[in-house]
């Protein structure tokens, strides 16, 4: 039995989910939700703490990358200028304290062996460069009973258990944005064990702000 199977009564996202709208928002400010078909704000609003995750890969993100934030677009950029094959994993910065980039190796494991997590200053960019991945994702921190908090000094927190969690199957090519809001348990096989790849992006919330972002350019 593969180790997807082992979670059969979850929603499967198996490739590229698409969304008409999604939201960039940073705790506590004003915030606009774009348009996929428009870099053009629709709607300006107020929310506190409310993030969409997003599943892309790189073709269709040359196509539809107008809609997505410049920070989230400056990371795209990033992994596609790199050659990753020359480089051996650690990390690299792309703002120094506020973006970079960790280049991680690692054998895939059943799913019930990882811990979802999340992060409350970063928001992730999880790109596969080789290997399958399975990575699982649920809403709402708030909602789930932490079983490790180490927020304060390494910004991750894990959970015992997740509810209505559902899987992003990821080929090399693709990427998931994480936020705040968004558990995701990565790193589980999808059919066996796959050795991966990845390059994870880590952006610091603030960067969402667009006047911070233009003056780190």
Known sequence: MSDADELPSYPLINGLVGYSMYMMMLPGRQFQIYNLFSRNPTLNINIKGLFNMIVCCLRDWEREKFAFHPIINKGIEYITQTDFTTLTPGKFDIIPDKMFCLLQEMNTVPAHEMRAESHFKFADIQFLLQ????????RGAAEHEVAEDRAEKHDIVFYQETNNESLIRLEPGMFAVFFP?????????????????????KIHLSLFNDDLFMNNQ
């Open 131 to 138: 290997g399958e991945e399975t990575i699982g994702v649920a």
């Open 181 to 201: 809001q968004d558990l995701h348990r990565p790193c589980c096989n999808t059919r066996s064990q796959s050795f991966i790849r990845k390059a994870v992006i």
